[in-house]
């Protein structure tokens, strides 16, 4: 049997109580690390705490533990019973204010507020009401105001009354910075913070708090939490669960930056580079609302896989307005029905296609057909000769607005003129009047000779269908070679019937930001921005010109033809030149096992990053050689499945279908990457980015290496999805990096 031997426990005057306490033990992680037991737990009392250490044999003594734990049981039965009354409240104040008479547009916004805090607290998930707790001293200028305080701190705040002091403290406020930031050298007036262990999927029952620690800040004690390492090491079967009780302080300053900060996170696999953009998103909704509702805010995604698994993220932190998109379906005008060529992509996303649409487009802004305009007007001929008209043109020109902008420019400064003339004849003109003149035909005919009216299917189609139109364009930019690769071999007959590849969709994104600048929003994250190209990081850019960006990638995972082999160049594509590139090298969840093999794979990567290094010192990585890599799957799949957790099979896109009947014909059924929950999951080596499994089985790396120019960027990929362990399936020769784990 084994025990837990009490050292030392204060009571709240300072006299030894003798108790001895039962451990904080959360995990197989948590049984190596040393517990905590807990004294004086009286509310609204700071106390002093004690460690414990691990020995065999001795009973267990629950009684301070069991206190403590039944006041905070107690203590979560009271918050929920306030939560309960805040959703009711809330329903209320709709249903009365649908039933009062109100008009304008005051009514009108307090009407959407409060249907959408209603409809966040319906959609909040089920589960504990708070995970921490913040003891300050009494110390006035170490604590300042909170001096004496005490604060249980959760992913939304709850109060018993609108005027009353929280009952919980949402995380994101500032007084909670100090639960993420404290420490024994910078203890920020923090007495004891507390950490609270529920039971794993908890629903928030009181039963499933079972363990607690507390860390005596003020006395300089600190050591590994068990709870802390028991919830990052947590089975991963489903989505992405936030890690509100779980961010580290590195992490935690990054998700408080200030808005109108724009930042880079090269982040290696296992850091919370994902976590810290998500989180922060929700940090800069609750602390600027107004300004980021106006604006919006938007999360992108690599792709639909990854929106799935990151989905329930932000509603799990009060947070369900947030649009999360990828960049395809952001620019989606069209259904994609083409695929491109590896060259014609490569050129189409390329920087220099800017100038080249640029030109195309301006190329049809001509002051040299800038007919005279006669306009009657009753007895009246107004007239704008020529030769005025040209200039007007060619001051707007030269004043660069988006191209639709410029037509109504010329519309409006030859109306002026028209205007002028009328005035010095007949007197002052009417708003009717100078409507009815901007409107008229000789006018729009005009305008359609110096400025025509453009649709951006029509200016690509050309540019792409008539070899002499591309080549204006691309005099000096494209070679020969790169404007051939662009030409359709078979032009359609008109725009409409196009068919248009991904590539061209964002080319049509800059045509239409050209012709007319796009809604912005305040904020947008961007996951896995490495593989962008700079034509869709103009695409991001126009759509952020007045907000600011979170960018999040890691060049090592970069496996677009296109990705990018250092920051600064991306950022500045992405209109932020001056934004500071932050390294997360420390990795929570890729045990050390895999973060060794994952580091020799990056030795062989053309890109400047730094090695990661893990806090975990666990793990497995095992190399199985076989004749019949799907027979050696269905075994190593079988082996993970004795295991708790989720097992994910991996292998070049080619060979992942074949790999799913294996399985199946074997009894073991296996989902794939789009659904969410499943224990055995195969997922295509092109989906797997940004996933993550307990249990992860490599097939046939070469293969995966062998399938895109960078496949070994992909390996790595790969090999870092596994939270636990990592099984290498191989017929053929290994890569170089991995043939030091043969057996």
């Not at 190596?32 to 009973?59: D, F, S, W």
């Not at 007084?175 to 507390?194: E, M």
Request: charged share 25%; with cysteine; net charge neutral.
């Amino acid at each position: 049997m084994y025990g837990f031997r009490a050292v030392e426990a204060w009571g709240p005057s300072g006299e030894s109580t003798g108790c001895p306490g039962r451990p904080v033990r959360t995990s197989h992680t948590a049984a190596r690390l040393q517990a905590v037991t807990i004294t004086g737990c009286q509310r609204n009392q700071v106390t002093k705490i004690t460690r414990l250490h691990y020995c065999e044999g001795m009973p267990r003594s629950d009684l301070v533990l069991t206190d403590a734990l039944d006041q905070e049981r107690s203590f979560h039965d009271a918050c929920r019973a306030a939560l309960a009354a805040m959703i009711d409240g809330t329903q209320e104040q709709v249903t009365v204010g649908e039933d009062v008479s109100a008009s304008g547009a005051d009514a009108e916004v307090l009407g959407h507020r409060l249907r959408s805090r209603a409809k966040e607290f319906r959609e909040l998930p089920e589960g504990p009401l708070f995970f921490g707790r913040l003891d300050f001293g009494t110390d006035a200028d170490a604590a300042g105001d909170h001096a004496g305080q005490r604060y249980h701190i959760g992913r939304l705040r709850i109060t018993s009354h609108p005027s009353s002091p929280p009952l919980v403290v949402d995380w994101r406020a500032p007084v909670a910075r100090a639960f993420y930031q404290a420490g024994p050298r910078d203890p920020q007036g923090v007495a004891v913070r507390r950490r609270f262990g529920w039971a794993y999927a908890s629903r928030g029952d009181c039963a499933d708090l079972t363990s607690l620690e507390d860390e005596h800040l003020e006395a300089g004690e600190s050591w590994e939490s068990g709870i802390v390492a028991g919830e990052i090491e947590r089975p991963r079967i489903g989505p992405m669960r936030d890690i509100a009780a779980t961010i580290q302080p590195e992490q935690d300053h990054l998700v408080r930056q200030e808005l109108a900060t724009t930042f880079c996170v090269q982040g290696a696999p296992g850091t919370g580079k994902t976590a810290v953009g998500l989180h922060r998103a929700a940090y800069l909704l609750y602390t600027y609302p107004q300004r980021i509702r106006r604006g919006g805010m938007l999360i992108l995604g690599p792709n639909r896989t990854f929106l799935s698994y990151i989905s329930e993220v932000l509603p799990s932190l009060g947070e369900t307005s947030v649009r999360q998109s990828t960049l395809d379906d952001e620019i989606a005008r069209h259904p994609v029905t083409a695929h491109d060529g590896e060259h014609t992509a490569l050129v189409k996303h390329d920087i220099r296609l800017a100038d080249v649409l640029r030109r195309g487009l301006y190329a049809r802004v001509s002051p040299d057909r800038a007919p005279s305009i006669a306009l009657a007007d009753g007895s009246y001929r107004w007239r704008v000769p020529a030769d005025e008209l040209a200039r007007i043109v060619q001051d707007v020109r030269s004043e660069e607005p988006p191209y639709a902008v410029g037509r109504e420019r010329v519309r409006t400064r030859v109306v002026r003129a028209v205007q002028q003339q009328a005035e010095r004849r007949a007197g002052p003109r009417t708003e009717l009047w100078v409507q009815k003149v901007s409107r008229a035909r000789p006018l729009t005919a005009a305008l359609d000779a110096v400025w025509p009216a453009v649709r951006p299917e029509g200016v690509l189609a050309e540019l792409l269908g008539r070899p002499d139109l591309l080549a204006a364009a691309a005099v000096g930019v494209l070679d020969t070679a790169e404007q051939s690769a662009l030409l359709w071999s078979r032009p359609p007959r008109s725009h409409r019937s196009a068919r248009w590849s991904s590539a061209d969709l964002v080319l049509l994104d800059e045509l239409a930001g050209m012709i007319e600048r796009p809604a912005g929003y305040g904020h947008i994250v961007i996951d896995e921005a490495q593989d962008l190209s700079p034509m869709q990081c103009r695409a991001i850019a126009r759509r952020s010109a007045s907000g600011s960006l979170t960018v999040l990638g890691d060049l090592a995972q970069g496996t677009t033809p296109w990705a990018a082999r250092d920051w600064p160049r991306l950022l500045s594509h992405l209109g932020r030149p001056e934004a500071v590139v932050t390294p997360l090298t420390t990795g929570f969840r890729v045990p050390a096992a895999v973060a060794g093999l994952a580091n020799r794979l990056l030795a062989q990567l053309d890109v400047d990053v730094p090695p990661s290094r893990t806090l975990r010192r666990d793990g497995e990585v095992t190399v199985t050689p076989a004749d019949d890599t799907a027979t050696a799957a269905v075994a190593a799949v079988r082996a993970a499945l004795v295991y708790a957790g989720s097992v994910g099979v991996i292998a070049a896109d080619a060979d992942s279908r074949g790999l799913r009947v294996a399985l199946t014909a074997a009894g073991i059924a296996a989902a794939g990457p789009d659904t969410l929950g499943a224990r055995v999951t195969v997922v295509p080596a092109s989906a797997a980015k940004g996933l993550e499994y307990d249990h992860v089985v490599v097939v046939e790396p070469a293969a995966i290496v062998e399938a895109e120019p960078r496949g070994l960027n992909r390996l790595y990929v790969a090999v870092t999805r596994a939270v636990t362990r990592l099984h290498i399936v191989h017929a053929r020769q290994l890569p170089l990096a991995l043939r030091a784990f043969e057996p």
